[in-house]
């Protein structure tokens, strides 16, 4: 029998109810596809800080870099704020990230029929809406150097440098090409070349490389109509290839066309080495402990684990099938709760799965 080992980061807020759902479907659905999950659970992020006194122990980063697979939940706590920004829960996923050398984040947008009705655009705008951000991880004005506070001149100044060097952006640039050959052909690089040294580095190289790919369709647009244009006809992209500033910020956006950022999952994936996979929404808080949570984005997480890190995909065909079953069903969380449906807590959401599993 296949064996994987995965590791578990259940996090912070809602991440130990979503995990507990993830888990029970990955053992029945692992049983039901003839392979074996083997689960270690590790802390990050808040959970970490109570217990070790750092958002992310050496233990758990070695677990990881040696798994098959990691499934983050959510990190965060506003338990934390007052914290130095380098000892906070985000630091702890940002060096994640980095110690297991991810380098390009993997964000589908879908709009399932079940759910048009649930999103804020009109259903005739985000109708037959399937796209994928690929946002660049590790570079960017999040990593680059120099960066810090300093008073000077009776004043105090704060700072960060983005930065892309030219094998940063071909290395990211490489996957959204291929992802694109792989789909319909079409790539959209998204910059702010018109005012950024930086994003016309990012131009040109995108340019260089699309001369490899005859295939594979690319135009360019400035972030700020990238932007707009995700809500006004978010129809007309594919893949959408970025930086890590930018793509932290439309891969959000993109994912309210959906009507819940509940429903939307991601993978990290780095040259060799297991990948991240992870829920494109917070920790919230707010909700924590109240079996109030929407555990879908953990499944569909889940699904991108089994077919894009272990190559099971059948197992992550039949995952998200049950979502979608469960959704025609009309079985809701309060997130995405309309007229004539069932609203459902986090718990017996994932029962209904398991049941459609």
Known sequence: ??????????GDGI????????RRLLDQVSNQHGFQLNFEKHPIGGAA??????????????????????????????????????????????????????????????ILPALIDASSLKANVIEGVDLMVVRELTGGIYFGQPKGRV??????RAFNTMTYSKSEIDRIAKVAFELAGERSGKLCSVDKANVLDVSQLWRDRVDALAESYEDVQVSHMYVDN?????????????????GNLFGDILSDEAAMLTGSIGMLPSASLGSEGPGLFEPVHGSAPDIAGQDLANPMAMVLSAAMMLRIGL??????????RSVDRVLKAGFRTGDLISEGCTQLGCEAMGEQLLQAL
């Open 1 to 10: 029998m296949r064996q994987h080992r995965i590791i578990l980061l259940p």
């Open 15 to 22: 991440g130990p109810e979503i995990t507990a759902v993830a």
């Open 49 to 110: 800080i109570d217990a070790s006194g750092s958002p992310l122990p050496e233990s758990t980063l070695r677990a990881c870099r040696s798994s098959d697979g990691v499934l983050l939940a959510a990190i965060g706590s506003p338990r934390f704020d007052a914290l130095p920004r380098e000892e906070r829960p985000e630091t702890g996923l940002l060096g994640l990230r980095a110690g297991m050398k991810l380098f390009a984040n993997l964000r589908p947008v879908t």
């Open 151 to 156: 008073e000077a001149d009776g004043d105090e």
């Open 226 to 242: 990238a932007a707009m244009q995700l809500v006004r006809n978010p129809s007309q992209f594919d893949v959408l290839l970025t």
């Open 311 to 320: 190559k099971e995909s059948e197992a992550a065909k039949a995952l998200e």
